[in-house]
C-alpha cells in the first residue's frame, strides 16, 4: 500500500524559506520508474506542477520553468523522503502543497499526500 | 498559466453524459499519455484516467478517456450526483529543456 505525507510549517512570513517534506512508504526511490513530485493548489485555483525528482536524482529532476529559481528538491532514500524548499516566499504562494508518486514515462500521478494548506503573511 | 485548457464547467441532469475537453499542443498532449483526475473540494486529487484511456482499479467505466491530435476528452456517462467535484487533465511538456509536468485549468461538473 502506497502512502504519502505532506509535512511543514503552516505559516510563514514573506521572504522566508518555506521546507516541506513528503515522507512515503509502500516504495522505494531507489526502483527504476518511480519518482515523486510537488503539486500545489491556492485557495480556489487550479493545479500547479512545481517540481519531481525520480529514482536517478544525480541525472534526472524537473522543476517548474515559472519557479525554478526558487525551488530544490532532494530525497532521502534512507528516510523514505523527499524534501522541497521554496524561496524568497510570498503571500502569492498561499496554497495547499501535495506530494505524490509519479511513474516516469507514463507521467500519471497515482498516489497523492492529503496535502498540507501553507499561508504566507506577515 | 496552464499550457493546457479546459472549459471552466459543464453541467448536465443525473443520467445524462457530460465530456470535458483539454486543449494543448504537440509539444505536450499530442506525443505524451494524458492522464485525469477528480478533485472533491477539500480532498487531494484521484486519478481516474491514465495512458490516455486506461483507468486504475476501482474506477467505475462510466469515465472514459481518448486523445487525438492535442486534445484529449473525459467522458462521463450516467452522471450522478457524486461526480460533482474539479477534473484535470494532465501531462508533460517537452517545448523546454526542463521538460515539466503540466496541468490543465480544471473543469467544475455540475449536477443539475
Not at chain 1, 500500500?1 to 505559516?11: F, N, V
Not at chain 1, 519518482?35 to 500545489?40: A, C, D, Q, T
Request: net charge neutral; proline share 6%.
Amino acid at each position: 500500500q502506497i502512502t504519502l505525507k505532506e509535512s511543514g510549517p503552516t505559516l510563514v512570513k514573506p521572504t522566508q524559506t518555506l521546507t516541506l517534506t513528503c515522507t512515503f512508504s509502500g516504495f522505494s526511490l531507489t526502483t527504476p520508474g518511480v519518482g515523486v513530485g510537488w503539486i500545489r493548489q491556492p485557495p480556489g485555483k487550479a493545479l500547479e506542477w512545481l517540481a519531481l525528482i525520480y529514482w536517478d536524482a544525480d541525472k534526472r529532476y524537473n522543476y517548474s520553468p515559472s519557479l525554478m529559481s526558487r525551488l530544490t528538491i532532494t530525497k532521502d532514500t534512507s528516510k523514505n523522503q523527499v524534501v522541497l524548499t521554496m524561496t524568497n516566499m510570498d503571500p502569492v504562494d498561499t496554497a495547499t502543497y501535495y506530494c505524490a508518486h509519479r511513474r516516469s514515462g507514463y507521467g500519471d500521478y497515482a498516489y497523492w499526500g492529503q496535502g498540507t494548506l501553507v499561508t504566507v503573511s506577515s | 498559466q496552464s499550457v493546457l485548457t479546459q472549459p471552466p464547467s459543464v453541467s448536465a441532469a443525473p443520467g445524462q453524459k457530460v465530456t470535458i475537453s483539454c486543449s494543448g499542443s504537440n509539444s505536450n498532449i499530442a506525443n505524451h499519455y494524458v492522464s485525469w483526475y477528480q478533485q472533491v473540494p477539500g480532498t487531494a486529487p484521484k486519478l481516474l484516467i491514465y495512458e490516455n484511456n486506461k483507468r486504475p482499479s476501482g474506477i467505475p467505466d462510466r469515465f472514459s478517456g481518448s486523445k487525438s491530435g492535442t486534445s484529449a476528452t473525459l467522458d462521463i456517462t450516467g452522471l450522478q450526483t457524486g461526480d460533482e467535484a474539479d477534473y484535470y487533465c494532465g501531462t508533460w511538456d517537452t517545448s523546454l529543456s526542463a521538460w515539466p509536468d503540466v496541468f490543465g485549468t480544471g473543469t467544475r461538473v455540475s449536477v443539475l
